[in-house]
């Protein structure tokens, strides 16, 4: 069956640094990929997505290259501010017949610090 | 557009009472999803419709849970009766579907459960 997985947090790291969070899937097909968001209290926000191989995602800084090769999807940011604080989830949508759902990893809790 | 509407935002309850959530989707979209989520098993799809027919109910946990959508702007998980296992976020969300494309899913903001 379908699966991600995501690197397990909390994730802590000082305003302006790089972030990466490292996301692997497993799936039959050929899947689209997503990275949502979740503030404290919320619910989840779609924050990119890449729908084929070699597509990146990209919004408010972030960014992802669906990577085939090696069934990846990291998510990416140059500088980080204490508001990117949040869990974020990886997640694949494989169509099957009349109908679609998502696969989420099990989130990454990220911690920005001044 | 207003997103997708959870009511009631917090319940908590007693073990053995029934629980009733629910959920306006936005506007045109076909697609209703129900997820449950805890610490321990972290973001679970329960059910999911399409064109307010059930699809796939397999993350439905027990007989127990119930979800129905009787029109295209209205959803309920009824849980009868409750059990403080229970506890945890629920959240509804919708899509627009057409002819094997999909769209993103908009989540709401959740009802949080709380069974004593």
């Known amino acids: 069956g379908n699966s991600v997985t995501q690197m397990e947090g909390p994730v802590t790291l000082s305003e302006e640094a790089f972030l990466t969070i490292n996301c692997t899937y497993t799936a039959t097909g050929y899947p689209s990929l997503f990275w949502y968001v979740q503030y404290p209290g919320e619910g989840l926000q779609l924050l990119l997505k890449a729908t084929k191989a070699d597509d990146k995602g990209s919004n408010k800084g972030f960014e992802a290259t669906y990577r085939k090769e090696t069934t990846s999807f990291h998510l990416e940011k140059g500088s980080v501010q204490v508001s990117d604080s949040a869990v974020y989830f990886c997640?694949?949508?494989?169509?099957?017949?009349?109908?679609?759902?998502?696969?989420f990893g099990t989130g990454t809790q990220l911690k920005v610090e001044l | 557009d207003a997103g997708v509407i959870q009511s009631p935002r917090h319940e908590v309850t007693e073990m053995g009472q029934e629980v009733t959530l629910r959920c306006k989707p936005i506007?045109?979209?076909?697609?209703l999803f129900w997820y449950r989520q805890t610490m321990m098993r972290g973001l679970e799809l329960l059910i999911y419709?399409?064109?307010?027919?059930?699809?796939?109910d397999s993350g439905m946990p027990e007989d127990r849970f119930s979800a129905k959508m009787p029109n295209a702007s209205f959803s309920t998980l009824k849980i009868q009766p409750s059990e403080p296992r229970d506890s945890a976020v629920y959240f509804c969300?919708?899509?627009?579907?057409?002819?094997?494309?999909?769209?993103?899913?908009?989540f709401g903001p959740g009802t949080r459960l709380t069974v004593t």
């Open positions: 419709f399409n064109n307010n027919v059930p699809i796939d």
């Open positions: 506007s045109g979209h076909n697609s």
């Open positions: 969300a919708s899509s627009f579907q057409l002819s094997g494309s999909s769209y993103e899913q908009y």
């Open positions: 997640a694949l949508r494989e169509l099957t017949g009349g109908g679609n759902k998502l696969t």
